[in-house]
T-cell receptor, first 112, second 107 residues
Framework: NAGVTQTPKFQVLKTGQSMTLQCAQDMNHNSMYWYRQDPGMGLRLIYYSASEGTTDKGEVPNGYNVSRLNKREFSLRLESAAPSQTSVYFC???????????FGQGTRLTVV | AQRVTQPEKLLSVFKGAPVELKCNYSYSGSPELFWYVQYSRQRLQLLLRHISRESIKGFTADLNKGETSFHLKKPFAQEEDSAMYYCALRSFQKLVFGTGTRLLVSP
């Protein structure tokens, strides 16, 4: 089973460029999440989608947009990348209730 | 708003020593709490959840609503326990994490 798959694994962007991080899950989960992981800051929630067709802001949504394309896919878009967005990004999914969240392998993004 | 606090960024112990990783939370409702672990070069994965009251890899965690804490404990640390540990809280479908504690277990 693939679980949660993120693409790309690594990316270098110039300030002002745009890009979309892709995430797909094959577990038929309802909820999907995007986090960023920074040293000393832990995992901070950017956006989440409780179900297909809905998205909500997390703790640090500024500078990002998301699309829940269908039940499987949840993409994160940086419209105009800034050096402050240099981070490792994780996508996760989970089913309803008190269930485990499954994580992707992460995307390491550097904005120069 | 819900918040998870892990006061220690780094916890360094010797093999065989007891370990306690602290987690405090603020939440107005009835919390659903978890511990996740990230080993080197591996994905973040669930270690345990409070509702199941289970022991995984010798780790336990008890929810203390009076102290709003969910500390992770292990009586005898092993070198393979070295990892990054995150406490997490679920509110409806929102899942928030603390800042994490890096556990280093030395031989």
């Amino acid at each position: 089973n693939a679980g949660v798959t993120q693409t790309p694994k690594f990316q270098v962007l110039k300030t002002g460029q745009s890009m979309t991080l892709q995430c797909a899950q094959d577990m038929n989960h309802n909820s999907m999440y995007w986090y960023r992981q920074d040293p000393g800051m832990g995992l901070r929630l950017i956006y989440y989608s409780a179900s297909e067709g809905t998205t909500d802001k997390g703790e640090v949504p500024n500078g990002y947009n998301v699309s829940r394309l269908n039940k499987r896919e949840f993409s994160l878009r940086l419209e105009s990348a800034a050096p402050s967005q240099t981070s490792v990004y994780f996508c996760a999914s989970r089913d309803r209730g008190d269930t485990e969240a499954f994580f992707g392998q992460g995307t390491r993004l550097t904005v120069v | 708003a819900q918040r998870v606090t892990q006061p220690e960024k780094l916890l360094s112990v010797f093999k065989g020593a007891p370990v306690e990783l602290k987690c405090n939370y603020s939440y107005s409702g009835s919390p659903e709490l978890f511990w996740y672990v990230q080993y080197s070069r591996q994905r973040l994965q669930l270690l345990l959840r409070h509702i199941s009251r289970e022991s995984i890899k010798g780790f336990t965690a008890d929810l203390n609503k009076g102290e709003t804490s969910f500390h992770l404990k292990k009586p005898f640390a092993q070198e393979e326990d070295s990892a990054m540990y995150y406490c997490a809280l679920r509110s409806f479908q929102k899942l928030v994490f603390g800042t994490g504690t890096r556990l280093l277990v030395s031989p």
